[in-house]
Structures are given as C-alpha cells and as structure tokens.
T-cell receptor, first 118, second 116 residues
Framework: GAVVSQHPSRVICKSGTSVKIECRSL??????MFWYRQFPKKSLMLMATSNEGSKATYEQGVEKDKFLINHASLTLSTLTVTSAHPEDSSFYIC??????????????FGQGTRLTVV | AQSVTQLDSQVPVFEEAPVELRCNYSSSVSVYLFWYVQYPNQGLQLLLK??????LVKGINGFEAEFNKSQTSFHLRKPSVHISDTAEYFCAVSEGSGGSNYKLTFGKGTLLTVNP
C-alpha cells in the first residue's frame, strides 16, 4: 500500500514553545489529509481535515489558532502546536487519501507522533 | 452523522482460539466500513474494508469480516489467533460516495490480547 511518513515520531518540548509535525505522502498525491489526536487507551479524535491549497476545516471544539494546519502541497501537510502546554501531550496521527478521481477510498496513516510537553 | 460502537473494550483469548471483535454502526446514508489494527506507539494499518459487493470481506493476516446491513454490524473474525495478533483494533465508518471527504469515524477500539 501507499506510504505516509510522519516526523518526528517522538518530541519533548517545554511548555510555551511551539512544535511542528510533518506528514508526507511518499508515493502518491494526497488531496486530503486528516489530523487525529489519540488519548491513552482512547479512540482517535479527528481534529481537522485539510485539502491541498485551502484552509483546514476544524472539528468542533478544536482551537484552530492553537493547532495550525498547513497543506501547501499534494505531498506535505504540517500540524503546528503553538504555545504548547502539558495538556497538549498526546499521540498525534495523520492520514492521507486521494479524494479526486480516480478516488481511492482507503486512508493511509502515518506512524504517529508522541508529543510530551514538560 | 455517523457513529461506531465497539461492544468490547478488551478481549482476551488463548493462542490458536477463534476470535470475534464486534462492531456496530449507525448512519443515515450508505457507508464504507473498515477495520484497522494499531500496535503500540504506531499508526494504523488497514486490515480490510467493505465498499460494496460481497458482504464477506477477507483481509490481511487471516482476518475476515461480514457486513450485515439489517443488523448494522461489521464484526471481525479470525479462526485461529497468534500471539502476534495482540494489538488494538479499530472499526471505522465513512460516508459512501465521497460524502464529507470520506472522513472516518472510529469506534473506541478493542484491545485483543492473545495469551499462550
């Protein structure tokens, strides 16, 4: 299957700093990328949907000014956690799929990023 | 709006025993259904998916699932599990025909633990 690379896999940052997480589709063009947050022993919570070249659509309750998403190219989306606090510590996962014709209905997931804010 | 219910948060089984992980969904439109597996500190890997056609879907690692429209279920089965099948399993649904950008809604997951 297609490969989605997420970087870094782990990051520790100080409270108040910003952290950028990258999500790349290595062998296909991802017109849509999704960002999820996963709490310990919990399901994946969709944070936002980003389409290449346009603003991300955030789910209810997700602060768009805190979680900045950029999808500037068909192979790269970034999530920046701004002014991170300990409560932002979590496992963040991106996924990518082709949504323009011919449509691929499968979503490919990155390996995830474990963010720890101290 | 869609929702997914995974009825069991944890399922312990012995090696070589059969297993069924249950999943029920609700949706007002046609759906696509998926099962994903997640190993610790990793992303999700697709096990199988139902888009249309035959209701019995076979996936990787010997897993299969059956779509039952009348019961709105998509239970995952494996006839004989291995220690290496120990992982978290997620059932997910998206709108068919491209609704909502094929956004996935996940269940809460079922931790399958295979004991020797």
């Amino acid at each position: 299957g297609a490969v989605v690379s997420q970087h870094p896999s782990r990051v520790i940052c100080k409270s108040g700093t910003s952290v950028k997480i990258e999500c790349r589709s290595l062998d296909f063009q991802a017109t849509t990328m999704f960002w999820y947050r996963q709490f310990p022993k919990k399901s994946l919570m969709l944070m936002a949907t980003s389409n290449e070249g346009s603003k991300a659509t955030y789910e209810q309750g997700v602060e768009k000014d805190k979680f900045l998403i950029n999808h500037a190219s068909l192979t790269l989306s970034t999530l920046t956690v701004t002014s991170a606090h300990p409560e932002d510590s979590s496992f963040y996962i991106c996924s990518a799929r082709v949504t323009r014709q011919p449509v691929n209905t499968e979503a490919f997931f990155g390996q995830g990023t474990r963010l720890t804010v101290v | 709006a869609q929702s997914v219910t995974q009825l069991d948060s944890q399922v312990p089984v012995f090696e070589e025993a059969p297993v069924e992980l249950r999943c029920n969904y609700s949706s007002s439109v046609s759906v696509y259904l998926f099962w994903y597996v997640q190993y610790p500190n990793q992303g999700l890997q697709l096990l199988l998916k139902y888009l249309s056609g035959s209701t019995l879907v076979k996936g990787i690692n010997g897993f299969e699932a059956e779509f039952n429209k009348s019961q709105t279920s998509f239970h995952l089965r494996k006839p004989s599990v291995h220690i290496s099948d120990t992982a978290e399993y997620f059932c997910a649904v998206s709108e068919g025909s491209g609704g909502s950008n094929y956004k996935l809604t996940f269940g809460k997951g079922t931790l399958l633990t295979v004991n020797p």
